[in-house]
C-alpha cells in the first residue's frame, strides 16, 4: 500500500507492547468500560470528553479495538495534536489497533485536515485523529475517517459502539498482531496545494496557530507560495498559552493590533487541530462569520457557474441572498461538520461550510481544512481584486439572537416533538417548518431554530431577523413557549 513501509521499529514497539500491558493491568484492576446503552459515545464530531474523566485510555484502547475489527484489519493512519494529553491517547488507542491486527502508520504531530488527506493518499483502511479541536485544554477526542477523507457517518459510528459496548473485538493470534510505522508525508499535502493554487501578490500575512496542531505546517505553506508571513503563538504547546484553542474575537485582540499596527493584509487564526480558520481584515477587524462564508461561498458559485452549495440549519440567511443571487442552489443540513461533507458528496456540492469557520473544499478533499480554506481565501481575494474588508461588506448583515435553555437529556427528545406540533402555531405565518435537527421555522422575515444540543443538557435557540426588535420578539415568544414544555416534561 502506497508509502507503508514493511519494517518494523524495534523499539517503537517494546514500547507499545509496554503500553499495552499496562492498560491491560488497568482494565483487570479498574473494571470493563460499561457503555449506557442510552449514552453515545459519538456527539457532532467525534468522541470527546475531559481526559481521565469521560475520557480514559482504556476507552481509547478499546476505540482501537474496535476500528480494526471494524475495517477487518488493514493498515490505519494515526495523527494527534498538541494537548498535553494526546500522546498517552495515542499509545493507548495504537495498541488497540494493533492488538486488533491492524499495520498503523504513526504521522506523529499534524493537523487533522492534513490527516485526513493522506488517510485518502495512502490509501489507508481509516484514519484516527487524537484532538479536541476548539476545546479547552483538559479536553481530548477521538475522531474516525474512511479512505475518502470522510468522517464515519452516524452509521458507522454506531458500529463502533456497538462492538465496544458488546465487547465484539477481533483478537488474532500473538504472530498476527500489527506493527508500526513511523513517516512525514506532509509533503504530498503541500505539494498538492502548490499545484492547484498560484498566488500572484507577495501578501503580507499574520498567522496565530494558537499553539496548536498547525504551528509548523501552516507558516511553512504560506512562504512556499511567496507570502510575507509574521507568526505568533507559533510554537507547540498544549497547555494553549497564548490563548484558548477556539479562535474569536475575544481571544484574538492581539492578532487584530498586530495586523493593524504591522500594516498586514489579513490575519488567519486556526483552531486547535487546524480544522477551522478565522480572518482578521487589513483595517484590523474580526471579519464576520456568517459574512465571510457566504461571500465565499457565492464566489466559489460564481466561479463555477452555479452549483450547489451546503451548510448547516444555523448559518445566517445572507447565505441563500448571496449565493442564489449568482444561480446556486443552498442545502441546508445538520449541525456539524460530519453532516455537510456528507451532504456535500451525496449531492456533488462545489463547497459546503459552516459559520464556525469550518469550510469544505471537496476538489481537494472532504474534511473541513483551516490552512487550505485561509489560502483559498487568499486566492479569492485577487480574483475580485478587493480587500478583505471590502470583500465582506458586499454581504448584508441582519441581527442574530442565541439562547440557551437547560434541560435535561432525559427530556429533550418530549420538548422537541411538542415543539414540532406546537412552535408552528406560534407564527402562523411562517413558510416552511424543518425538523431534521430539532425545529426550524423560516418566517417572513427570518427564521427561528431550536435545536438539542449534542453535548449538554440545554437547548439552544437561534433567531435571525431583519431587525433587532423583531428578533429580541421571536425570540421572547420562543423562551416562553420552550420553558412551559420544559416545565410539563419534567413534572
Known amino acids: ?94 495498541s488497540g489497533l494493533l492488538g486488533g491486527g491492524s499495520n498503523v502508520c504513526m504521522l506523529g504531530l499534524t493537523p487533522t485536515p492534513l490527516l485526513a488527506f493522506l488517510t485518502r493518499e495512502l490509501n489507508a483502511k481509516a484514519g484516527v485523529m487524537i484532538t479536541a479541536s476548539h476545546n479547552p485544554p483538559e479536553y481530548n477526542g477521538i ?33 498476527n498482531i500489527g506493527t508500526v510505522t513511523s513517516l512525514d508525508e506532509s509533503h504530498r499535502y503541500l505539494k498538492a496545494i502548490q499545484k492547484n493554487v498560484v498566488l500572484e501578490k507577495k501578501w503580507r500575512v499574520i498567522l496565530d496557530p494558537g499553539c496548536g496542531a498547525t504551528c509548523n505546517i501552516a507558516p511553512t505553506l504560506f512562504r512556499m507560495l511567496g507570502c510575507d508571513v509574521i507568526t505568533m503563538n507559533a510554537q507547540p504547546d498544549g497547555f494553549f498559552p497564548g490563548r484558548l484553542p477556539l479562535p474569536e474575537p475575544e481571544s484574538l485582540q492581539y492578532l487584530c493590533q498586530m495586523v493593524k499596527n504591522l500594516h498586514a493584509d489579513v ?42 452549495v451546503v451548510t448547516n440549519l444555523e448559518s445566517s440567511m445572507c447565505f441563500e441572498k448571496m449565493v442564489e443571487s449568482y444561480g446556486g442552489v443552498v442545502v441546508r443540513t445538520k449541525v456539524g461538520d460530519v453532516r455537510v461533507a456528507a451532504a456535500i458528496k451525496r449531492h456533488t456540492a462545489v463547497f459546503g461550510g459552516e459559520p464556525c469557520g469550518a469550510w469544505i473544499h471537496p476538489q481537494h478533499h472532504f474534511c473541513p481544512d483551516g490552512i487550505l480554506s485561509s489560502i483559498l481565501l487568499l486566492k479569492t481575494l485577487e480574483e475580485v481584486n478587493k480587500t ?63 435545536r438539542p444540543s449534542g453535548t449538554e443538557p440545554l437547548l439552544r435557540l437561534t433567531v435571525e431577523a431583519e431587525s433587532k426588535e423583531e428578533a429580541e420578539k421571536t425570540m421572547k415568544k420562543c423562551l416562553k413557549m420552550v420553558e412551559k414544555l420544559i416545565k410539563g416534561a419534567t413534572r
Not at 486556526?270 to 484590523?284: F, L, N, Q, S
Not at 471579519?287 to 465565499?296: R, V, Y
Request: proline share 4%; charged share 20%.
Open 267 to 308: 490575519g488567519i487564526a486556526y483552531d486547535g487541530d487546524g480544522d477551522r480558520m478565522v480572518a482578521i481584515d487589513e483595517k484590523g477587524a474580526f471579519a464576520p462569520l456568517d459574512q465571510i462564508l457566504a461571500a465565499f461561498a457565492s464566489h466559489v458559485v460564481r466561479m463555477n457557474n452555479g452549483g450547489i
Open 143 to 175: 475522531k474516525l475517517f474512511n479512505t475518502d477523507s470522510l468522517v464515519f457517518d452516524d452509521g458507522q459510528q454506531n458500529q463502533i459502539e456497538e462492538i465496544i459496548r458488546n465487547k465484539l473485538f477481533t483478537r488474532p493470534s500473538w504472530q
Open 388 to 450: 478583505l474588508s471590502s470583500f465582506v461588506s458586499d454581504v448584508p448583515h441582519f441581527p442574530m439572537i442565541r439562547r440557551e435553555v437547560t434541560c435535561l437529556d432525559d427530556v429533550k427528545s418530549k420538548v422537541i416533538e411538542n415543539l414540532e406540533s406546537r412552535l408552528p402555531s406560534l407564527f402562523p405565518e411562517h413558510k416552511k417548518v424543518s425538523t431534521i435537527d430539532g425545529v426550524r421555522l423560516t418566517l417572513k422575515e427570518g427564521w427561528v431554530l431550536i
Open 1 to 94: 500500500m502506497g508509502s507503508f513501509l514493511p519494517y518494523k521499529d524495534r523499539q517503537l514497539t517494546i514500547i507499545l507492547s509496554n503500553w499495552l500491558s499496562t492498560c491491560l493491568i488497568e482494565f483487570i484492576v479498574l473494571g470493563e468500560l460499561k457503555l449506557n446503552k442510552n449514552k453515545k459515545l459519538f456527539g457532532t464530531s467525534g468522541i470527546r470528553g475531559v481526559v481521565n474523566v469521560n475520557l480514559t485510555p482504556m476507552l481509547a484502547l478499546e476505540v482501537g479495538l474496535a476500528v480494526a475489527t471494524h475495517t477487518k484489519s488493514g493498515n490505519i493512519v494515526v495523527g494527534h495534536d498538541t494537548r498535553v494529553s494526546s500522546p498517552m491517547m495515542e499509545h493507548s488507542l495504537i
